[in-house]
């Protein structure tokens, strides 16, 4: 994948990459706000605590809000550097390194699977990969909920642009020109809900892994 302008700089520098962070989740009130989205629309749909998978946790900051809300949560990442700094800041997250698409877990024991900003690091073939094998691990009946980058139109795109030009990869290109609804249908998901949020520029999605049909 190429990089973008500034991105390594700002991977490389934390108080770059917050900076960064920051002002572009002022449309939806702020980093802590970002973080709490995925786990408010997914800690209605579990029972109490139930087992939670944060994929491509980073630093464990999505991982807070659930912990915060009593789940059991595995965070799971490639990079055992972000993996520490997880473990440091938030004791009781379980942390797994290992690669999203491929996760060393075995199949069918987690209620709850959330992936927060990190699926437009992949491009199509990768990222139905990670989705298919976050449907593996789900039990039946459990939810998938994702928050990513949704495509804006007209003039309120161009700040859009600007950030991916800038910051993301060209796997951020393709995720944008991707339909993550008909994918996950696709993969077998049922009842697949997409809310989009900060002017269209972001998008919540949830969906459901279907129990068996039953046997005639």
């Not at 629309?41 to 900051?61: E, F, H, N, S, T």
Request: aromatic share 8%.
């Amino acid at each position: 994948m190429n990089r973008r302008p500034l991105r390594t700089f700002a991977y490389g520098h934390p108080w770059f990459y917050h900076l960064v962070t920051g002002i572009s989740s002022l449309p939806v009130g702020g980093p802590r706000r970002l973080r709490e989205f995925c786990a408010q629309r997914l800690a209605p749909r579990l029972p109490p605590q139930a087992a939670v998978l944060d994929l491509c946790c980073g630093d464990g900051a999505a991982s807070a809000p659930l912990l915060a809300r009593g789940f059991r949560v595995t965070g799971l990442d490639c990079s055992p550097q972000a993996l520490e700094r997880a473990a440091r800041a938030y004791p009781g997250l379980a942390t797994v390194q290992g690669f999203a698409e491929k996760p060393p877990l075995p199949p069918g024991q987690f209620a709850g699977v959330q992936i927060s900003l990190a699926l437009h690091e992949f491009h199509r073939p990768a990222r139905l990969e990670l989705l298919a094998a976050a449907l593996g691990l789900l039990l039946h009946g459990g939810w998938l909920v994702a928050l990513d980058l949704h495509p804006t139109r007209g003039l309120l795109g161009w700040p859009q642009q600007w950030f991916v030009r800038l910051f993301e990869t060209d796997a951020a290109v393709d995720f944008l020109t991707s339909n993550l609804s008909a994918d996950l249908t696709l993969l077998g998901y049922g009842s697949v809900v997409v809310e989009t949020l900060a002017m269209d520029s972001l998008q919540l999605v949830s969906a459901q892994k279907p129990f068996p049909a039953p046997t005639p």
